[in-house]
């Protein structure tokens, strides 16, 4: 899906999971934080 850029440290996680955002355009995937 990507990658998910910590902006406190800059360091780069590959991301796993995703948030589903419906919307009167379509679905979307927004990438989600890591859970730690």
């Not at 589903?20 to 927004?30: A, D, E, F, L, T």
Request: hydrophobic share 30%; glycine share 14%.
């Amino acid at each position: 899906m990507g990658n998910y850029i910590d902006p406190q440290t800059g360091a780069s996680t590959p991301i796993t999971n995703g948030i589903v955002h419906y919307g009167k355009n379509g679905v979307h995937i927004v990438p989600a934080r890591p859970s730690e």
